[in-house]
T-cell receptor, first 111, second 114 residues
Framework: GQSLEQPSEVTAVEGAIVQINCTYQ??????LSWYQQHDGGAPTFLSY????GLEETGRFSSFLSRSDSYGYLLLQELQMKDSASYFC????????????FGKGTRLSVIA | DAGVIQSPRHEVTEMGQEVTLRCKPI?????LFWYRQTMMRGLELLIY????????DSGMPEDRFSAKMPNASFSTLKIQPSEPRDSAVYFC????????????FGPGTRLTVT
């Protein structure tokens, strides 16, 4: 089976940088996705890493180290609207298997 | 495209009643997923379809739950009979086969069973 670990809560100051970590255990590995979910809303896709390294999309970046079974989501220039839950999700085989989601990290951005 | 559409957005029902949740995926998407989200258990995959065919329903909690996808543009999740522990937000999501790591979620149905 698969298991994912991420912190349950993180608090950061507006304008700062925050890193949300995710470690995973899977029988195989195909890629790591990140999703954002605001209270009362639906999860929305942020990024995907299949290979080691950093993927940058505006203020958000995602990193993967397959040898360490570890990834993180980096949010820069934090804004109040970034307060949300962030989920990592893994796919442990090729395209025709579903994602397994972590429990989520609730990010609170304070002034 | 309007995105994934779910109905109803909210459902309040009494224990023992049948509940039917509906989903219209994004046109052209090959995969359709049904999830349940609760504070305690997080986001759980219930069942998913590929080209209208159910692939894995191992996440369906028990026989009270059933799902169908009669065509590429419509799916239902039915709970019969409903129980208070079924109270949760149910999401439908769809994706392309080649990019199934990028799923598009509907707004969800908040189900309350009293």
């Amino acid at each position: 089976g698969q298991s994912l670990e991420q912190p349950s809560e993180v608090t950061a100051v507006e304008g700062a940088i925050v890193q949300i970590n995710c470690t995973y255990q899977t029988s195989g590995f195909y890629g790591l996705s990140w999703y954002q979910q605001h209270d009362g809303g639906a999860p929305t896709f942020l990024s995907y890493n299949a290979l080691d390294g950093l993927e940058e999309t505006g203020r958000f970046s995602s990193f993967l180290s397959r040898s360490d079974s570890y990834g993180y989501l980096l949010l820069q220039e934090l804004q109040m609207k970034d307060s949300a839950s962030y989920f990592c999700a893994v796919r442990d085989h090729s395209g025709n298997t579903p994602l397994v989601f972590g429990k989520g990290t609730r990010l609170s951005v304070i002034a | 495209d309007a995105g994934v559409i779910q109905s109803p957005r909210h459902e309040v029902t009494e224990m023992g009643q049948e509940v039917t949740l509906r989903c219209k995926p994004i046109s052209g998407h090959d995969y359709l997923f049904w999830y349940r989200q609760t504070m305690m258990r997080g986001l759980e995959l219930l069942i998913y379809f590929n080209n209208n065919v159910p692939i894995d329903d191992s996440g369906m909690p028990e026989d009270r739950f059933s799902a169908k996808m009669p065509n590429a543009s419509f799916s239902t999740l039915k709970i019969q009979p409903s129980e208070p522990r079924d109270s949760a937000v149910y999401f439908c999501a769809s994706s392309l086969e080649r990019t199934s790591y990028e799923q598009y979620f509907g707004p969800g149905t908040r189900l309350t069973v009293t």
